[in-house]
Nanobody, 115 residues
């Protein structure tokens, strides 16, 4: 399993970013894909998940209405559109999948929301 995130950066409060994750090494269209994040000094937390065909999406309360998860099964990618960003959204964002009994992670992409 290989997951490679991209799209992070520095953005002002109220701004937007779009993260992308390129997946390989497993049958992408069969698996639920998730995004997690880890703020400095805090534990990693779940952000959003999308079902294998994209029909079901779930979000943490802290991002509901601001973030949108999507996937392209033809390209083996999953995205996280983040709008109305807040300083508390700062952290390293990880793409994740459970294949078999193990959860796999990408290397993460840094998102910093600051003026």
């Amino acid at each position: 399993v290989q997951l490679v995130e991209s799209g992070g950066g520095l953005v002002q409060p109220g701004g937007s970013l779009r993260l992308s994750c390129a997946a390989s090494g497993f049958t992408f269209r069969q698996e639920v894909m998730s995004w997690y994040r880890q703020a400095p000094g805090k534990e990693r937390e779940w952000v959003a998940a999308i079902s294998n065909l994209g029909g079901t999406k779930n979000y943490a309360d802290s991002v509901k209405g601001r973030f949108t998860i999507s996937r392209d099964n033809a390209k083996n990618t999953v995205a996280l559109q983040m709008n109305s960003l807040k300083p508390e959204d700062t952290g390293v964002y990880y793409c994740s999948v459970v294949v078999g009994r193990s959860r796999d992670w990408g290397q993460g992409t840094q998102v910093t929301v600051s003026s």
